[in-house]
């Protein structure tokens, strides 16, 4: 049985952007607005985004910025129908965050580890250290999850392995 595709599935956006003529800080501020939202493109300055609220207003702020500083850009609201499409711009929505994800997996372990070493303790400075860098871990984190539209499963592992690294800091610093 075919399962129907959720509200969050169907709705989307197309973005497609010129500034060509405008100023480069332009093109560049569209860029980190699109990649910040997880833009998925179709091809050069042509981008896909699922259609939510926030990301909308978002895009309707970058559109009348694009549009005043001299280049030109549409975001249409469009449904796909075709389930085998859909579910392939999902997949790589899910891949994106995926990687990203994978980027701070790769880090949490030799953090956690450095903390819990068994055979000898870490200095107040170096447990001040893993904390620092938990936090920008987290602060990632909360920009890839800003984009994880679809529920990437590793986004469920990544915040298990924040936990344990969390707690693996508290107990490090409650032995001070």
Sequence with gaps: MDEEPSADEEAWLLVAVSTAGAADSLRVHVWRKLHGLGAVYLQQSVCMLPDRPAVAEVLRKLVARIEAD????????LRIDDKVERRELIDEFRRAVTIEYGEVLERLPTLSAGVETGQSRATLREV????????????????????????????????????RA???????????
Excluded: M, N
């Design 166 to 176: 969390r707690a693996a800091i508290a107990h490090a610093k409650s032995l001070f």
């Design 70 to 77: 001299g280049g030109s850009a549409r975001c249409l609201h």
């Design 128 to 163: 001040e250290e893993y904390a620092a860098e938990l936090a920008r871990l987290e602060f990632l984190v909360t920009k890839v999850r800003s984009r994880d539209y679809f529920h990437a499963p590793a986004g469920a592992e990544v915040c298990a392995e924040l936990d």
